[in-house]
């Protein structure tokens, strides 16, 4: 007796649902990942080597700059074999990409938990201030990397400065919609804001975190003053 025609069809729907699932599962997987299109490590064991891998970059490009840093310099801080930082990055130009992102990903989830104790927007941006040249003073490094994204990868760099001013102004804008943050009549305010307190803060971080050891509680004492006189309704 044939075999019923609707439960080959059924069968292959199924197994065709099931393929188009696991390639969906591995598109997402690759897109979070930070290794190169088509590199993204399947075990636990090759996450740890694509971590030990970025962290040997960040030191690397940190100290010698992405012209003087090389492959070979990373995959011997890392303790690797050349293939395998082949295993995982396209080139050299691929893995300072991804540092560029790793590292602004850092500053970002430095900051982010000492904003949940903020009584207000204001004490807000004095937290992450403080939080951020606390950062900076144990990783100096993320200033060289960061300024020669503008020319190693110009669209990390732009996107490390938009977010950062993105994520300042939602902060801003939900202390004017509580009457915490005066409200300035242009459509620019909250943008104009939120770059001009990232800038401080971007110079304060180089001065007082990478060239100095001063006080990141006084520093933000004394800059929080200008943010709460030029923002306090």
Known sequence: MAGDPRGTRLAGTREADGSAGEAAATRAVESSSPASD????????GERTLRKILDAALEEFGEKGFS?????????RARVALGTFY?????????????VRDMSAQVRDHVAPVLQSASGALEAEGLALESFLRFVATHRQVYRIIDEA???????????YMTTAE???ARLQAGKDKGEVVKVDSPLATEVEAWAIMGMNVFLGLRFGVWGEDSPAEVTRVANQLIRRGLKP
Do not use: M, N
């Open 38 to 45: 088509g590199k993204a490590p399947r075990t636990a064991r």
């Open 68 to 76: 003087e840093g090389s492959i070979v310099g990373i995959t011997s």
């Open 87 to 99: 295993t995982y990055f396209d080139s050299k130009e691929a893995v300072f990409q991804e540092v």
């Open 150 to 160: 503008e020319f190693v990868d110009p669209d990390g760099f732009r996107k490390h």
């Open 167 to 169: 994520r300042i102004a």
